[in-house]
């Protein structure tokens, strides 16, 4: 038997980066810490009091809600809700989106639903019928992060919280990078800066691996879904994942250095590439070109299916 690196008891878990063994409660705490870090880090609490959190019903959107609930369970002047986007997927979204109604329900969480069917106008099924040069990913994308900030600002959140993990920051960071999109890596979450019309996000677990948050979820008994998104082999995401994941495997804590090197250049590139001042689209969503991606492509959409 493995034993615990703090107490002794048995151990369920090794933590390659930093050496040690850690059982369940050492290991919980030790998410916990880092989760309570980031947040610090991240939002001004005396100031932020409505704080809605992205919740798909998968592990990382549901151990992000139970974490920040715990957290701030004693914080009677801060108020926390979920919203989920119902993107209209078959035989995915439904379970998620129970998931995400089950754990809201029993920590006593407000939960709100926004559907790509009434905000778009079409399910992502639909759309996924007559895409033209984007993949299906690229339009989920665009109106999933619309639908989230326009339910954030009908709620009167301060701030948006999402569960991505160090794995998909570390990835969005490589891609960003391998593109030469350095204006959008400057953009990045968490965003200290607000923006008209658009509601800040942060980011609770950005330093933790994709893998301690499921062992977490799983530790803590979060019911969560574990389905596939049935569009998501055409994501060029998981090219990224497969490089940064062989990394890792080679040299233990490659995630951790993509994080803090960004983190380092960060300053610099958003002095380089400053906010620009946004305009309201049509929609009533801001955009710096006046004109917002999501109007672009729900325009391409009708193109499509009318030739």
């Given at each position: 038997?493995?034993?615990?690196?703090?107490?002794?008891?048995?151990?369920?878990?090794?933590?390659?980066?930093?050496?040690?063994?850690?059982?369940?409660?050492?290991?919980?705490?030790?998410?916990?810490?880092?989760?309570?870090?980031?947040?610090?880090?991240?939002?001004?609490?005396?100031?932020?009091?409505?704080?809605?959190?992205?919740?798909?019903?998968?592990?990382?959107?549901?151990?992000a809600?139970?974490?920040?609930?715990?957290?701030?369970?004693?914080?009677?002047?801060?108020?926390l809700?979920?919203?989920?986007?119902?993107?209209?997927?078959?035989?995915?979204?439904?379970?998620?989106?129970?998931?995400?109604?089950?754990?809201?329900?029993?920590?006593?969480v407000e939960?709100?639903?926004?559907?790509?069917?009434?905000?778009?106008?079409?399910?992502?099924?639909?759309?996924?019928?007559?895409?033209?040069?984007?993949?299906?990913?690229?339009?989920?994308?665009?109106?999933?992060?619309?639908?989230?900030?326009?339910?954030?600002?009908?709620?009167?959140?301060?701030?948006?919280?999402?569960?991505?993990?160090?794995?998909?920051?570390?990835?969005?960071?490589?891609?960003?990078?391998?593109?030469?999109?350095?204006?959008?890596?400057?953009?990045?979450?968490?965003?200290?800066?607000?923006?008209?019309?658009?509601?800040?996000?942060?980011?609770?677990?950005?330093?933790?691996?994709?893998?301690?948050?499921?062992?977490?979820?799983?530790?803590?008994?979060i019911?969560?879904?574990?389905s596939?998104?049935?569009?998501?082999?055409?994501?060029?995401?998981?090219?990224?994942?497969?490089?940064?994941?062989?990394?890792?495997?080679?040299?233990?804590?490659?995630?951790?250095?993509?994080?803090?090197s960004?983190?380092?250049?960060?300053?610099?590139?958003?002095?380089?590439?400053?906010?620009?001042?946004?305009?309201?689209?049509?929609?009533?969503?801001p955009?710096?070109?006046?004109?917002?991606?999501?109007?672009?492509?729900?325009?391409?959409?009708?193109?499509?299916?009318?030739?």
């Amino acid at each position: 038997m493995v034993q615990c690196s703090k107490c002794g008891r048995a151990a369920v878990t090794y933590i390659r980066y930093n050496g040690s063994h850690l059982c369940s409660a050492h290991f919980q705490g030790f998410v916990e810490r880092r989760v309570k870090r980031e947040l610090r880090g991240q939002v001004d609490l005396d100031r932020a009091k409505n704080i809605a959190v992205a919740v798909s019903g998968g592990k990382d959107s549901l151990a992000a809600l139970m974490l920040l609930h715990d957290i701030l369970s004693l914080r009677r002047d801060v108020t926390l809700t979920a919203i989920t986007v119902d993107e209209g997927i078959a035989g995915y979204r439904p379970e998620a989106l129970d998931k995400a109604i089950r754990l809201s329900s029993a920590l006593g969480v407000e939960h709100r639903v926004i559907s790509f069917k009434e905000h778009v106008g079409s399910t992502m099924d639909s759309i996924s019928e007559r895409l033209g040069h984007r993949t299906p990913c690229a339009y989920c994308g665009v109106f999933r992060r619309q639908c989230m900030n326009e339910m954030a600002r009908a709620i009167g959140a301060d701030v948006l919280a999402t569960g991505h993990n160090l794995d998909d920051v570390a990835q969005a960071i490589l891609m960003n990078f391998t593109r030469g999109d350095v204006e959008r890596l400057a953009r990045m979450g968490p965003h200290a800066k607000v923006q008209p019309g658009l509601i800040p996000r942060i980011i609770p677990l950005r330093s933790l691996p994709e893998k301690e948050v499921y062992l977490y979820a799983m530790l803590r008994g979060i019911d969560f879904s574990d389905s596939t998104c049935p569009y998501w082999e055409a994501a060029l995401r998981n090219e990224y994942r497969d490089i940064i994941d062989g990394m890792e495997s080679r040299s233990p804590g490659t995630k951790h250095s993509i994080l803090a090197s960004y983190d380092a250049l960060r300053p610099a590139l958003q002095e380089k590439y400053p906010q620009t001042s946004l305009r309201l689209c049509g929609c009533g969503e801001p955009s710096p070109g006046g004109k917002c991606m999501a109007c672009v492509m729900k325009d391409e959409l009708d193109i499509i299916a009318r030739s």
